[in-house]
Antibody
Framework: EVQLVESGGGLVQPGGSLRLSCVASGFTVSSNYMTWVRQAPGKGLEWVSLIYSGGTTYYADSVKGRFTISRHDSENTLYFQMNSLRADDTAVYYC??????????????WGQGTLVTVSS | DIQMTQSPSSVSASVGDRVTITCRASQGISTWVAWYQQKPGTAPKLLIYAASSLERGVPSRFSGSGSGTDFTLTISSLQPEDFATYYCQQGNSFPITFGQGTRLEVK
């Protein structure tokens, strides 16, 4: 069964760090792009980062320089290192990919999400 | 950045109604548009890609159209399970951007 399972969310103080994990099963994370999308409480969807199979990465301006996307191919896991966290980073973070399209970004496979709360 | 402006922000409808949601891009994006459905507490679900291609397993009452800057999602005959929030998304260029969402509510 194809599945993405996120973990690593939680409560963190402003300025702190968290590392999110997204474990894939049923396919390999290195075979296609992997992306993070977040959703603040009661708000819409916001794309934050993407890594292509070749390793090229992209970031939203709101997280550039603070967050780093990476993957560990032997663990079949996507990571998201989040540093210098701010209150407006509070959101559910989803990892997602496409199982059928390697070109343009339109994910058809999503994890269940992990909640990150930044608060003192 | 390409802005995606959805309208309306919310709509009330009844089972059996035809509903249309529109999305306007701030610049031409060919057909690089996808539509998602999201229900509370769950991840988004891809409905339409490339503006008008129906994702496998999605009921045929959902359809999409448009190119360039103007796009529409149409639900031909609303079913009870269709009450949710809908988002458009452009995949033409980074940063990827979503519309602000349209909440479809029971009238």
């Amino acid at each position: 069964e194809v599945q993405l399972v996120e973990s690593g969310g939680g409560l963190v103080q402003p300025g702190g760090s968290l590392r999110l994990s997204c474990v894939a099963s049923g396919f390999t994370v290195s075979s296609n792009y992997m992306t993070w999308v977040r959703q603040a409480p009661g708000k819409g969807l916001e794309w934050v980062s993407l890594i292509y199979s070749g390793g090229t990465t992209y970031y939203a301006d709101s997280v550039k320089g603070r967050f780093t996307i990476s993957r560990h191919d032997s663990e079949n896991t996507l990571y998201f290192q989040m540093n210098s966290l701010r209150a407006d980073d509070t959101a559910v973070y989803y990892c997602a990919t496409s199982l059928t399209e390697s070109g343009w970004v339109r994910p058809d496979c999503w994890g269940q999400g992990t909640l990150v709360t930044v608060s003192s | 950045d390409i802005q995606m402006t959805q309208s309306p922000s919310s709509v009330s409808a009844s089972v059996g109604d035809r509903v249309t949601i529109t999305c306007r891009a701030s610049q031409g994006i060919s057909t690089w548009v996808a539509w998602y459905q999201q229900k509370p507490g769950t991840a988004p679900k891809l409905l339409i890609y490339a503006a008008s291609s129906l994702e496998r397993g999605v009921p045929s009452r959902f359809s999409g159209s448009g190119s360039g800057t103007d796009f529409t999602l149409t639900i031909s005959s609303l079913q009870p399970e269709d009450f949710a929030t809908y988002y458009c998304q452009q995949g033409n260029s980074f940063p990827i951007t979503f519309g602000q969402g349209t909440r479809l509510e029971v009238k």
